[in-house]
């Protein structure tokens, strides 16, 4: 079957632009989870849903960042006012929420804000 | 937090190998223990788990023991093929309500002929 699809594959945006980056996990799956790789900080958990639902905001790195999942399914992450920093593979994982353990991961979204 | 700990690379070995990628991890309670592998263009994929303590996790000939006293999680194989070049990350997810994934470094595994 049809594995997690993230798009767009690359995304290449000014300094202060704001981006959204799309997630589509793999059917039935209702666990979701945001993670970033950048060269400095090796790979890093943003946010997971349960659901619709985030219990825990608290990895985003800013204000900047923001998330939603609707229907419980297809997520978005927004990046406001990108800096140089934000410059990094976004990923998504998806997993059965009693199995967690086995996140299957998308390709990425590689920013670059130039 | 938790943390996880892998020996840095890159590790380049000649073809029959044996390979051992060295992962140690600092967790409250009783997390469970991954490897993922991320081949050259390709996703991050499960390589192995183990969730309790003393379990063995094994696939495509690697191999990985939960060792609770050591708080380690050693990467092994017997003989490496070229094919198995790629980036190993050791990964564990807390005992709490918590379900991320915290990661390692990663260790780039060159593989020669």
């Known amino acids: 079957g049809a594995g997690v699809s993230q798009s767009p594959s690359n995304k290449v945006t000014e300094k202060g632009k704001d981006v959204e980056l799309r997630c589509d996990p793999i059917?039935?799956?209702?666990?979701l989870y945001w993670y970033r790789q950048s060269l400095g900080q090796g790979l890093e958990f943003l946010i997971y849903?349960?659901?619709?639902?985030?219990?825990?905001k608290s990895g985003l790195p800013s204000d900047r960042f923001s998330a939603e999942r609707t229907g419980g399914s297809v997520s978005t992450l927004t990046i406001q006012r990108t800096q140089q920093e934000d410059s990094a593979v976004y990923l998504c994982?998806?997993?059965?929420?009693?199995?967690?353990?086995?996140?299957?991961f998308g390709p990425g979204t590689r920013l670059t804000v130039t | 937090g938790d943390s996880v700990t892998q020996m840095e690379g890159p590790v380049t070995l000649s073809e029959e190998a044996f390979l051992t990628i060295n992962c140690t991890y600092t967790?409250?309670?009783?997390?469970?223990l991954f490897w993922y592998v991320q081949y050259p263009g390709e996703g991050l994929q499960l390589l192995l788990k183990?969730?309790?303590?003393?379990d063995k996790g094994s696939n495509k000939g690697f191999e990985a023991t939960y060792r609770k006293e050591t708080t380690s999680f050693h990467l092994e194989k017997g003989s490496v093929q070229v094919s198995d070049s790629a980036v190993y990350f050791c990964?564990?997810?807390?005992?709490?309500?918590?379900?991320?994934?915290?990661f390692g470094s990663g260790t780039q595994l060159t593989v020669l002929p």
């Open positions: 994982a998806s997993s059965e929420w009693t199995r967690s353990y086995e996140q299957y």
């Open positions: 059917s039935g799956h209702t666990a």
């Open positions: 849903f349960q659901g619709n639902s985030a219990p825990d």
């Open positions: 967790a409250t309670g009783y997390p469970s």
């Open positions: 183990a969730t309790k303590a003393d």
């Open positions: 990964a564990l997810t807390g005992s709490g309500s918590a379900r991320q994934l915290t």
